[in-house]
């Protein structure tokens, strides 16, 4: 299978996207430590699967460095991470609170971060890859998302970053920028709003597509940038938005 020998480590795998990447890739071959706050979560989806589960906050340095310490020891080698652990919280650029603003970037951005640093000295022994979760989100505008969207920019900036300087080492990095997929991330959004239905069909709408993305499709793009179909592919944000990115007016005149 594509994903044979492969050790690939997943943050935030125990629900929605992280778990799908985490079920894609044992599907192809992989064997997979999972990390996630919740490790009952986590657990169940790694007995599921056949991995292994660690309880890691990616917002904690030492978390992150002892999951992938530990990772590297269990399996002698590590040839991917995907830094996909992340939180929405809402907020104007006025309205977000210092509060909220460092809770989004300790988990979505210098979590990622904290996934790269600790992870690259045995990516580059094992020339392996890192995959990021950015977000549609960091490429057009969404009202009230001022820190999230933040985060998801600069994940794009430090993937690049992260290609040019261990390009030469033989390691690949890149990120996906999904739409609006079904989670329980979006399922609690929409549970807060005044009107559900209304707000699903206006984000279904928003789509090139007509319709949300499913997590399974995301976790087919990740096991695509980490297999060596993508062994030419570094440094690239691929969308994975069913076109909500190039949607623009309707522009019909009837
Ligand atoms: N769902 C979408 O529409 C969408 C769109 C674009 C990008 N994304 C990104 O994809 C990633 C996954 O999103 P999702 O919708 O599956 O989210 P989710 O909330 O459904 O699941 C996130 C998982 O990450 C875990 N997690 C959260 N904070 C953590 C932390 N500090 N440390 C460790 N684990 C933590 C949660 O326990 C949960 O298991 C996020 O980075 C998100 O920003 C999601």
Redesign the pocket.
């Known amino acids: 299978m594509r994903l044979d020998d492969r050790v690939c480590l997943v ?8 778990e799908a990447i985490a079920t894609r890739l044992a599907t192809e071959g992989a064997t997979v430590g999972l ?4 490790l009952d ?1 986590a657990t169940l989806v790694a007995d599921r699967i056949g991995g292994s589960a660690w309880r ?4 904690q340095s030492a978390d992150v460095a002892q999951f992938v310490g530990e990772a590297a020891e269990r399996f002698g080698r590590i040839d991917a991470i995907v830094n ?5 919280v809402g907020g104007t650029v006025a309205d977000t609170t210092e509060d909220d603003w460092q809770r989004v970037l300790s ?2 951005l210098t ?1 990622v971060w904290r996934g790269m640093k600790y992870a690259l000295p045995h990516l580059i022994q094992s020339k392996g890859c890192i995959v990021n ?5 960091a490429l057009v505008g969404m009202p009230g998302w001022a820190a999230y969207a933040a985060t ?1 920019g600069a994940i794009i900036a430090l993937t690049q970053q992260a290609a040019v300087e261990y390009g030469a080492d033989g390691v690949r990095v890149n990120c996906l920028a ?4 079904m ?4 399922e609690q959004i929409f549970a807060h709003a005044s009107d559900p239905d209304a707000l699903i069909a206006s984000w279904n709408a928003s789509h090139a597509l007509g319709r949300f993305g499913r ?1 399974s499709e995301v976790a087919a793009a990740a096991a695509y940038l980490i297999s060596d179909d993508a062994s030419f592919v570094t440094g690239s944000c691929l969308r994975v938005d069913g076109g909500l990115s190039i949607l623009g007016p309707t522009g019909r005149a009837d």
């Open positions: 943050t935030g795998a125990a629900a929605g996207i992280g990390a996630d706050r919740d979560k890691a906050d990616v917002s996909n652990a992340g939180i929405a988990t979505n979590g979760l950015s977000s549609v989100q998801k999904p739409g609006t997929i989670t329980p991330m979006n997590p």
